[in-house]
Structure formats: C-alpha cells, structure tokens
C-alpha cells in the first residue's frame, strides 16, 4: 500500500497556506461521506448496471419515475442527487424537491410541499422537475396509496425518485409505475477503491492490512467503511490495520479464531478469558462478538463441517436470547460451554 503522494484535495481550498494542525481539525469536522459523495453519475462507483442506465437518462435528460431499492451506503440517495446535477447542472436545486419520508410522515406534507413545488415552471427550460422522497419505504401504507394519486397528477411536470431499503415495503401499484433499481452491496474492490481514493485526498497513509480491514468491516456498505477510515484517521493519520479495528469495534479475523482454537484446546477457562479480552481490546457488545464469530465461522477451516454445523446453531440460539434480554455474562458462558464441549 505504502505512504500516499501529496494530493491537490480537489476542493478549493488555502489549505497549503494554513497550519497543519488547524486543516486537520477543519478536515476532521467534516463527515467525509459527505465531502467525498460522488457529484455525477459518473463517480460513483460499482452498480455497473444502475450507473450505466442512469448515464443514458443523463444523457437524454429524461427518465421516468425511479424506484432505487438495495442497502445502506451503496449509493442511492448519491445517485439521486448525482444524476440532478448532471441534467440541472449548477442551477439543480431549482429544479429540485428533496423529502425525507421519515421526517414527513404525514401525506399532507408532502402533498402541500408537492403542490407548491409543481405550481411553477421548471427553471431554465427543462422539461420537467425532480421530487426526490428518501426513505420511501418509511411512509405507512396508507401514505403510498395517497402518493400514487400524487405520482400520476403530477407526471406532466414532475418525475418522482423514491428510494428504499426494501422495496417488498414498497406497495406494488408505486412499484408499477417505477423503473426499479437494485442497489448491491459493494464489492470489495470498490469499496477499497473509494477507500484509497479518500485517504489520498486526506493525505493518510494506509499501512498493509488497513484497507482490507476496511472493506471487511463495510460488507459492501461504502459509508461504514468511509466512516470507519475517519474515526481511525481522527487517532493518527497514519492508519494501521490493528487502529482500524481497534476504533470500529469489529475484531479481526485471527482474534476470533484464537477465541475457536482456545475452545477446542485449552478448555473452557482459557476460552472464556481468551472471549473477554476480545470484547475488551475491541470494545465489543456481545452481540458483536456472536455475529463476528458467525461470520468468522467459514473461514476457519480448523474445524469440520459438522462442527460449523452444530456451532452456527448454537450461535443462533444465543444471538436470540440476547435479543431478547438474556444477561450478557451468562449467555457468552454458555456459549463457551457449548463450543468447548462440542469441539472436544
Ligand atoms: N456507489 C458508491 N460510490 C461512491 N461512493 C459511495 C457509493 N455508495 C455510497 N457512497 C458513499 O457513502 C455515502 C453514503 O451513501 P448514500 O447516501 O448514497 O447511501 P444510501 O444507499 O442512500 O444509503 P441509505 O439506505 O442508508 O440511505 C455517500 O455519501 C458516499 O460518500
Ligand atoms: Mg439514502
């Protein structure tokens, strides 16, 4: 990976005249997922199939309504606003409506910000306006059923862009009158492209491991890994791999598998301290510490299949109980106890 050159940062910027101590500072105040959010279609990365359609409707400059549909930070709520700016220009915001549907949750909000928006020409000439709801899938059935009346009153001038986590929470009549969109989670190159695209912006240096550490907390979510990568950077701007997971309460691989290993060798003693040094060098809840394990699981090829057979079970068993309130202490034990037994 080694040590990044200097880089323009790209924003226009003193910061070469500035102290070092205060760009940090100013730097660091901002949210990086939003400094760094792609400006067009173009930038964004991975959803090859999202991003080039969305290129075509940027080109033509129209689209019908769009329903973005897919997890946390793969870039829906970025590809809304980036493919406004590449049909608006600098002027979007004219032509733009944005709403969080979790902060209007009452139809008639939206129905009265709709019908101010709609009331006036599109600025500049365009063709029509866009009304961006985030969070659709946040308004109750009813409200759908409302918003689909709105949706076709106003075609004539406006397109509407809804986006959701899940669109089975999305009524179908909404979804008929929508092209759909599946966002993916990100895959790691992506996620690690991005990374190294920002720690070259910030001037970080990302030691070996760092940025593997990086994707692998992601899970293909972009904003996990851009948020983890500024925590870590906050500590020092030299990022290591161990910082990484030190600051994003995610233990890494071998730690996990120490924890395993212990429970087949060394019996339920030494495991269970093996457990509680992982959950305290890495600040760990002990729901973290079962699903990291779990996802850990396959990757451990010490052990049988059938062992990951019956482990994954157990895990399953105790994620629930401690869902459902079980006393933390107790149900680690036990899932020690388990393990330990099991692997004997
Ligand atoms: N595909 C992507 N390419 C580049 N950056 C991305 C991408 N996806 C996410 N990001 C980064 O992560 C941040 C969050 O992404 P975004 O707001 O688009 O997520 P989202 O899909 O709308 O998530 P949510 O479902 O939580 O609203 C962005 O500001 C951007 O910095
Ligand atoms: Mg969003």
């Known amino acids: 990976m080694g040590v990044f050159p200097l880089a323009n940062d790209g924003v226009q910027s003193d910061a070469n005249v500035e102290g070092g101590s205060s ?25 090859a199939a999202v991003v080039q359609r969305l290129g075509t409707y940027a080109g033509n400059k129209n689209f019908p309504h769009l329903l973005f549909a897919g997890p946390p930070g793969t ?55 866009i009304i961006f709801l985030d969070e659709a899938d946040a308004l109750t059935h009813d409200a759908q059923g409302a918003l689909r009346r709105i949706m076709e009153q106003y075609a004539e001038t406006c397109r509407f862009i809804l986006s959701c986590n899940y669109s089975s929470k999305i009524i179908e009549p909404i979804q008929s009158r929508c092209a759909v ?73 071998e730690a996990l598998h120490q924890y395993l290993m212990a429970c087949r060798d060394d019996g339920f003693h030494v495991a269970r301290r093996r457990l509680r040094e992982v959950l305290d060098q ?21 052990l049988t299949e059938p062992a990951k057979l019956s482990l994954t079970e157990w895990m399953a068993e105790i994620d629930y109980r401690l869902v459902e309130g079980g006393g933390e202490q107790i149900q680690l034990d036990a899932l020690t106890a388990q393990i330990v037994t099991l692997l004997k």
Not at 90 to 116: G, H, W, Y
Not at 225 to 232: D, H, I, K, Y
Not at 287 to 300: G, I, K, M, P
């Open 75 to 129: 870039g829906k709520t970025t590809a809304a606003m980036a493919l406004t700016k590449d049909i608006f220009g600098p002027e979007f915001r004219q032509n733009l409506l944005e709403m969080n549907a979790s902060d209007e949750r009452k139809l008639e909000s939206i129905r009265t910000k709709v019908k101010q928006f709609a009331r006036t020409q599109p600025y500049g000439g365009a063709a029509f306006k």
């Open 23 to 47: 760009t940090r500072a100013k730097s660091m105040s901002e949210l990086w997922v939003e400094k760094h959010r792609p400006q067009s279609v173009a930038q964004i990365k991975g959803q």
């Open 181 to 253: 969109f599946r966002f993916r989670p990100l895959a790691d190159a992506d996620v690690a492209a991005q990374i190294q695209h920002v720690a070259e912006l910030e001037r970080l240096t990302l030691e070996d491991g760092a940025v593997e550490a990086l994707t692998r907390i992601s899970q293909g979510d972009l904003r996990k890994a851009l948020t983890a990568l500024q925590v870590a950077a906050a500590l020092n701007t030299t990022v290591s791999r161990s910082l990484v997971y030190e600051t994003s309460a995610t233990a890494p691989p």
């Open 282 to 302: 890495f600040g760990l809840a002990g729901t973290d510490f079962v699903n990291q394990l779990h996802r850990e699981l396959y990757s451990a090829d010490f």
